[in-house]
């Protein structure tokens, strides 16, 4: 069979394991089920199109243990469903009525949603499990395993995804290594196909970016260099995924943040926490409030509450410690938790670890790649060696000593500085007042005024017992705080308020 042979001559490691993998489920599933008892979901799409040519090879290799002859594949016998949409790209309904045919596919066009299509599927028809072309990192892939059954609410059969654990890079080194057809759509730029009202081509293969978007031309889909980017061409339902406190309608004019520090030895006073503090100067410094301050034990279940926690009250929640390869490393574990997803493999990142340790990586796995599925944002800075892992609102520090947090720190505030997600360097201005009036004699006055600027963040400290009151005066608009401090000082005698630099 050609794609056994293309795959068995090439000399690319990762993708002969990868398909030694998926073709292993496959074999599976077909010895589980009968051919009967399957069904293929197929619809043109790049990743459908790899399974189709796995499967094809799947049946062919576990019929030939079965029957133990080397006679060519004749036929495809199992049935293919294909739900096709009037707003489908023509360029993907060709590809599959062609594909079809080539493949001498036993279609089953469905015109209806994918739940009322499956439920007359399987009445009308004893399927038990359908093969589908889901990867980590699509949207519906959270959660789901090889073998995963549907879920509630849907008709029961078991969803089994061979090639749940490819990379697009996997996906583009099979289809060129084979040398398979594949949808053009796919070589105009187009690097993940929905319908034609969510799909444009990716921007990031445009080649000429000042002509009108209609004369735009796009290198091909294999030429992504980033796969995580892949949905960049699909027009997002929700503008953007916000977190809960983004949602709320009270929305607090100073940005809060919360800092999670991980590490049984700092409980234990074995090792003195220098990046909490250290932290917390360099947000109030770009005018974020620090909500809290929190040390956690290395425990998942006990990182993973304090994180939910905090990412609902936070804009952003800050996170270090236990994070790398060791046992008592599960803030990632933890991170994941929290958001009711599970770790997976990621190969973008495993590339930079590659990189970072070479030949200490080896096998086909490396249990530091594993991050938290679907909500993970790799943050590159060409000063980082590994780039930050943003899941949300939550950003996991690799800083281990306050030298290290400082160039994480430089390069997180020029990368959200370009935009993208919630800026650290906010628009922000501050002022403060120092007075030797006492607390009884300022409470009145300075709650008084928190109502009256409730756009503004009032802050008090002294530094000891008898001194001096500091006033803190935080917000984003320069004219606001000079008002607020007017209308203080307007409550008193001329000359009580010294202006602190
Ligand atoms: C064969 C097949 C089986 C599916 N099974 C499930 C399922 O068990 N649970 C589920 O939530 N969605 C299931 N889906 C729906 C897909 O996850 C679907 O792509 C997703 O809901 C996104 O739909 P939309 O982006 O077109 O709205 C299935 C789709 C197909 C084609
Ligand atoms: N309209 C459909 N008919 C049949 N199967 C479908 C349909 N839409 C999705 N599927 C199944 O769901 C899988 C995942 O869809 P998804 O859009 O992520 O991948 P794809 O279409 O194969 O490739 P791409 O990511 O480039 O769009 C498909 O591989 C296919 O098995
Ligand atoms: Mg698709």
Redesign the pocket.
């Known amino acids: 069979m050609e794609i056994d042979k293309a795959i068995g001559e090439s000399d690319d490691k990762r993708l002969k394991t990868k398909y030694n993998n998926a073709i292993f489920v496959i074999k599976r599933a077909l010895a589980l089920y009968s051919t009967e008892e399957v069904a293929f979901?197929?619809?043109?799409?790049?990743?459908?199109?790899v399974?189709l040519h796995l499967l094809r090879t799947g049946y062919f290799l576990h019929k030939k243990e079965l029957t133990c002859s080397n006679g060519g594949l004749s036929s495809f016998p199992v049935r293919t469903?294909?739900?096709?949409?009037p707003s489908?790209f023509t360029e993907t309904n060709s590809f599959t009525y062609d594909a079809a045919q080539t493949y001498d596919l036993q279609l089953d066009i469905i015109r209806q949603d994918f739940k009322s299509g499956l439920e007359a599927l399987l009445k009308a028809n004893p399927i038990r499990a359908i093969?589908?072309?889901?990867?980590i990192g699509?949207p519906?892939a959270v959660g789901q395993e090889q073998f995963s059954p549907s879920s509630p609410g849907w008709p029961p059969f078991m969803r089994v995804n061979p090639i749940l654990d490819w990379s697009y890079r996997d996906v583009w080194a099979f289809l060129l290594t084979c040398k398979v057809k594949y949808c053009s759509l796919?070589d105009q730029g187009?690097?993940?196909?929905?319908s034609i009202h969510d799909t444009v081509p990716n921007a990031l293969l445009s080649v000429n970016n000042t002509s009108s978007s209609k004369e735009k031309l796009f290198k091909p889909a294999y030429l992504l260099s980033d796969g995580r980017l892949?949905r960049a061409g699909r027009v997002k339902k929700n503008a953007s995924v916000k977190n809960d406190r983004d949602s709320d309608s009270h929305k607090h004019e100073v940005l809060l943040a919360s800092v999670i520090a991980v590490g049984d030895e700092i409980l234990s006073g074995t090792v003195e926490d220098q990046l909490g503090l250290s932290l917390c100067k360099k947000l109030a410094s770009v005018g974020w409030s620090v909500h809290q301050t929190s040390v956690i034990r290395n425990d998942i279940d006990s990182v993973s509450e304090e994180v939910d926690r905090q990412r609902s009250i936070c804009d952003m929640v800050f996170i270090y410690g236990g994070v790398g390869p060791l046992h008592s490393d599960v803030t990632l574990a933890g991170v994941a938790k929290a958001f009711g997803v599970r770790l997976a493999p990621d190969e973008e990142f495993e590339e930079y670890l590659r990189h970072l340790i070479s030949e200490q990586c080896t096998g086909d796995r490396n249990e530091m790649a594993q991050l938290p599925e679907g909500i993970t944002e790799l943050l590159h800075h060409e000063k980082l060696s590994v780039p930050l892992r943003k899941c949300r609102n939550v950003i996991v520090l690799a800083a281990t000593n306050t030298e290290e947090l400082e160039k994480e720190w430089e390069c997180l505030t020029e990368l959200t500085k370009l935009g993208g997600s919630t800026s650290l360097v906010e628009l922000y201005a501050s002022r403060r007042l120092m007075t030797s009036l006492t607390d009884v004699e300022v409470a009145e006055p300075l709650n008084k005024l928190g109502l009256e600027f409730p756009d503004i963040y009032l802050g008090c400290y002294r530094k000891s017992r008898q001194g001096p009151i500091i006033i803190c005066f935080k917000g984003k608009d320069n004219a606001r705080i000079d008002s607020a401090v007017q209308a203080l000082r307007k409550r008193f005698k001329e000359g009580v308020f010294v202006d602190m630099k």
């Open positions: 979901s197929f619809n043109g799409g790049k990743d459908s199109t399974l469903i294909y739900f096709e949409s489908a093969f589908l072309g889901v990867r699509d519906t796919y187009y690097t993940s196909i929905g892949e």
